[in-house]
């Protein structure tokens, strides 16, 4: 599976053997082992593919199907709690005005932080305002 993964996501980045092995600072030899030859590379050199290619090891492995480090899904209940516990709001405002904030305005901050994030990924305009 980590062959497969790694001439994918090197193809994908229109990038020779030659090209990728200078980047990662390895042999062309050995990167076409791990691609070809079912060799396995040491975990320094898999952490940097994965910086490299922005993907989890997990992934490189075949793990999981998910490029990105596994999303955590939360159930909605669970939502203030764990956004109160992380700290994520706090860095936005003062503890006293966390604690002021009801379980539904957490929820909706975080659904509209979300939505902006995709709208971002997307290209499309986001008016905070809105």
Known sequence: ?????LRKLRREADLTQGQLAEALGINRSSLAGY???GKQP????LMKIADYFDCSLDYLVGKTDEKKAGAV?????????????????QALVSREALAELS???LRGIALRALQAM????????HDPES
Not at 74 to 89: E, H, M, N, Q, T
Not at 120 to 125: L, P, S, T, V
């Open 35 to 37: 691609e070809t030859e």
């Open 73 to 89: 899904v939360v159930k909605g209940d669970d939502l203030p709690k764990i956004l109160r516990d992380a700290g994520f709001i």
């Open 1 to 5: 599976m980590f062959a497969e993964r």
């Open 42 to 45: 040491g975990i320094e050199v």
């Open 118 to 125: 995709e709208d971002r990924k997307e290209g499309k305009d």
């Open 103 to 105: 379980d539904e305005e």
